[in-house]
């Protein structure tokens, strides 16, 4: 298994930054993708960033630009470094490990509040 700790978010202005972090631990070998999720209030949870065990990123139209994923193997963390920050950006936002070989598993950070301010 794979577990999740996260840290980082908060509330921002619009048009700031704010850095999420993500440790994980456990079968690290058989991890193939981390991302970020958030979910808004009333709205389904939505893949904001993923990058793969080959270092492929994937970003949500929406944030194309602006959020950046990149992954530390030294530290077992990946980040979502975000900028120029809108309000339609607020959310919680959760990391996201899929691992497994024959089949494949998701396992879930706790979630992080980000609000960004107008």
């Known amino acids: 298994q794979v577990q999740l700790v996260q840290s980082g978010g908060g509330l921002v202005q619009a048009g700031g930054s704010l850095r999420l972090s993500c440790l994980y631990s456990?079968?690290?070998?058989?991890?193939?993708?981390m991302g970020w999720y958030r979910q808004a209030p009333g709205k389904q949870r939505e893949l904001v960033a993923a990058?793969?065990?080959?270092?492929?990123?994937d970003y949500a139209d929406s944030v194309k630009g602006r959020f950046t994923i990149a992954r530390d193997n030294t530290r077992n963390t990946v980040f979502l470094q975000m900028n120029s920050l809108k309000p339609e950006d607020t959310a919680v936002y959760y990391c996201?490990?899929?691992?497994?070989?024959?089949?494949?598993?998701?396992?879930w950070g706790q979630g992080t509040q980000v609000t960004v301010a107008s």
């Open positions: 990058i793969t065990k080959g270092s492929t990123t």
């Open positions: 456990g079968s690290i070998a058989s991890v193939n993708r």
């Open positions: 996201n490990a899929r691992w497994g070989d024959i089949y494949e598993w998701d396992s």
